[in-house]
């Protein structure tokens, strides 16, 4: 009853006129999002997504992952591999193999006994960390000064009381820095890397050394396993169509893993989009991590004025700032 009367008063608050006088309501951050302009949008070129198809669900309906590859200098080895399995169409016929709850979603050959293509490449552990260039350093101190004096300018600018934050350091329990680079959340100090925030995908992989081909991948699909950073390659993230795979059954057997190959998703085909028709190639676009727009979003996800908070948390982790990614209509 609760959820059908905030519904209600949210439905109402859309048609009730604004008196001369009142304060004008605290965008959230979806709506700060929503109303960044053309020009802080950047789109995602076809050849950086990869487009998983399942098998139709039980009612014959479509089910379609679309995941955004990550760019250079994270994890390029095993990019490299996915893109040559998914040119030999390897995956097709494969299936969904381990649905554990609160942690990940698995896929890739349950008999692991399918021949991989030639010429993969064996990717050192080494490559789950970055050196941070001068220019990407630049970019993270330019992105938390202009944020700075964004929000400062946003806030004086608001015909409303705003809550002031907390002003003590913020610390990450897994890195001296974090922040956004290129629409990608990283973390790190001397070396960076990506971090496993929901719907980050990664590379399944043996006991160390062994670092995986890339054939077996995962998406995390619960609270944000950030001690495995630094332990698995990450590889980009679902930015489509995650609830076909977060929303099935859990695997009954240790790790989550399908006891029977009835249990298991089939895997009707994994392709790079650039590689599909024109008309069948997905198209998305991500706000860019160095708008203005977005960090009046990113203040607004630390700091959440709207109606429904009572108490403003004064800060994030950076999984909690996800990046806002949108489809585009066809031209």
């Known amino acids: 009853m609760k959820h059908l009367f905030l519904t209600a008063v949210a439905a109402a608050s ?21 109303t960044a302009p053309a020009s802080d949008w950047i789109a995602i070129a076809p050849s950086d997504l990869l487009v998983m198809d399942l098998a139709p669900d039980a009612k014959g309906k479509a089910r379609r992952v679309v995941i955004q590859l ?9 990019i490299g591999n996915i893109r040559k399995l998914a040119a030999a169409h390897w995956w097709d016929g ?36 970055a050196a941070p260039s001068a220019s990407m350093l630049d970019t993270l101190h330019a992105n938390r000064k ?44 001397s070396e960076i890397w990506p971090v496993h925030c929901y719907g980050a995908v990664g590379v399944g ?45 859990r695997g009954t057997e240790a790790l989550g893993f399908y006891k029977s190959e009835a ?15 024109a008309v069948e190639q997905p ?3 991500y706000l860019s991590t160095e708008s203005d727009s977005f960090a009046r979003y ?13 108490t403003p948390a004064g800060g994030a982790d950076i999984c909690n700032i996800p990046v806002p990614v949108r489809p585009v209509a066809a031209k």
């Open 283 to 285: 198209r998305f676009e």
């Open 205 to 249: 992989r043996n006991l160390s050394p062994d670092t995986g081909s890339g054939a077996e991948l995962y998406t995390v699909i619960g609270h944000a396993p950030r001690h495995l950073d630094r332990n698995i390659a990450l590889i980009g993230r679902v930015i489509s169509g995650i609830e076909h795979l977060s929303s099935l059954p």
């Open 14 to 34: 859309l048609v009730l006129p604004v008196y001369a006088g009142e304060p004008a309501p605290i965008p959230s951050p979806g709506e700060i999002a929503a």
């Open 146 to 189: 202009r944020k700075e004096q964004v929000v400062k300018q946003w806030r004086a600018s608001q015909p409303f009381a705003i809550y002031t934050p907390d002003t003590r350091k913020k610390v990450d329990a897994y890195s001296d820095i974090q922040g956004f680079v290129s629409g990608w959340p990283i973390a790190g100090g």
């Open 70 to 78: 990550m760019p250079a200098p994270f994890s390029q080895g095993w």
């Open 298 to 310: 990113a203040d607004a996800r630390a700091n959440r004025r709207d109606p429904f908070f009572i």
């Open 94 to 129: 494969t299936s969904v193999n381990r649905v554990q709850d609160n942690y990940v979603v698995q896929w890739g050959d349950a008999t692991e006994k399918k021949p991989l293509p030639a010429g993969l490449a064996t990717v050192s552990e080494s490559e789950y960390v």
């Open 263 to 277: 249990e298991r998703v089939p895997i009707a085909s994994i392709r790079i989009a650039s590689e599909l028709p």
